[in-house]
């Protein structure tokens, strides 16, 4: 991973709030500047790159057509389908377009957070605008999936790391997450599972129980249905250590399709 030829990854934004990349921006270990300049060339970050404008879409296309089957794709961000996807427009064009022009000539391509898995927030229902995730615009791609809203930062850079060590992607489960982060249950590494185990719950925010810090279950926590490794890595924040169930707030599920989100179907037909 020292190589003097840093892999180059370009990462695009569709419709969402930015708060993947925010995440990322707080990492610790490595730090981003580290990830940028030591271990990746990040080529293209429509909020992190110096340039913009026709400037940085020349350096898009660019480092696209220097590194075709090369580099690394970071989607950020749902799709819109609807109305032919004129809902988000990046340079003149239909982010779809963007998605399936770039994503045909990588050598990988990664969808960060939950909208651009499945669709998250921006699918929310009515779904006006149509969004959905990465993989039902690349169906022949292996698209693989960090849901998480936001996503835990370690997560992507493990998975880049991965790929530059063992020059290929980590193991991955039905859904094309990674293994090592989404192969186990929130619940079954929870520090209030004892609690859970033995029948001590909270049962309002800011009861006995709560303040006891007791299982959180009554309260709507998700844990037991959701999948990612929050609770090991005590992930809510980068680097802050507080994850949402360790600070008294129950998980919600937002890497979970269809826990965290009402995502409805989306057809153009
Ligand atoms: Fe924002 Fe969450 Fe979507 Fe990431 S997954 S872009 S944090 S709404
Ligand atoms: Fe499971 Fe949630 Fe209770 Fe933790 S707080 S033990 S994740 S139900």
Not at 116 to 145: H, K, R, S
Not at 213 to 220: A, P, R, S
Not at 234 to 250: E, L, R, T
Request: charged share 15%; hydrophobic share 35%.
């Amino acid at each position: 991973i020292t190589s003097p030829t840093r892999p180059p990854v370009i990462w695009i934004h569709g419709s969402e709030c930015t708060g993947c990349s925010m995440s990322l921006l707080r990492s610790e270990h490595p730090t981003l500047e580290t990830l940028i300049f030591d271990l990746i060339s990040l080529d293209f970050h429509e909020t992190l790159s110096a340039g913009a404008g026709h400037q940085a879409e020349e350096a898009l296309h660019k480092s696209v057509s220097e590194n075709a089957g090369k580099f690394i794709l970071v989607i950020e961000g749902a799709i819109p389908l609807a109305n032919e996807g004129i809902f988000c427009r990046i340079a003149g064009h239909n982010f779809v377009d963007v998605v399936k022009d770039i994503g045909e000539q990588a050598g990988a391509v990664i969808a960060i957070g939950s909208c651009a898995t499945w669709g998250g927030v921006a699918a929310m229902d009515p779904n006006p605008t149509g969004c959905v995730g990465v993989d039902e615009v690349l169906p022949d791609t292996q698209v693989i999936a960090l849901p998480g809203c936001p996503p835990n930062p370690y997560n992507l850079l493990s998975t880049i790391i991965h790929y530059l060590t063992f020059k290929k992607m980590p193991a991955l489960d039905d859904e094309n997450r990674p293994k090592f982060a989404y192969g186990r249950l929130i619940h079954e590494h929870c520090e209030r599972r004892p609690h859970f185990d033995n029948g001590r719950f909270a049962r309002k925010f800011g009861d006995e129980g709560h303040r006891q810090g007791y299982c959180l279950y009554y309260l709507g926590c998700k844990g037991p249905v959701t999948h990612a490794n929050c609770s090991t890595s005590q992930f809510g924040d980068a680097g802050s250590g507080c994850w949402p169930v360790g600070i008294g707030h129950p998980c919600f599920g937002c890497a979970e399709k269809g826990v965290g989100f009402n995502v409805p179907q989306f057809t153009t037909s």
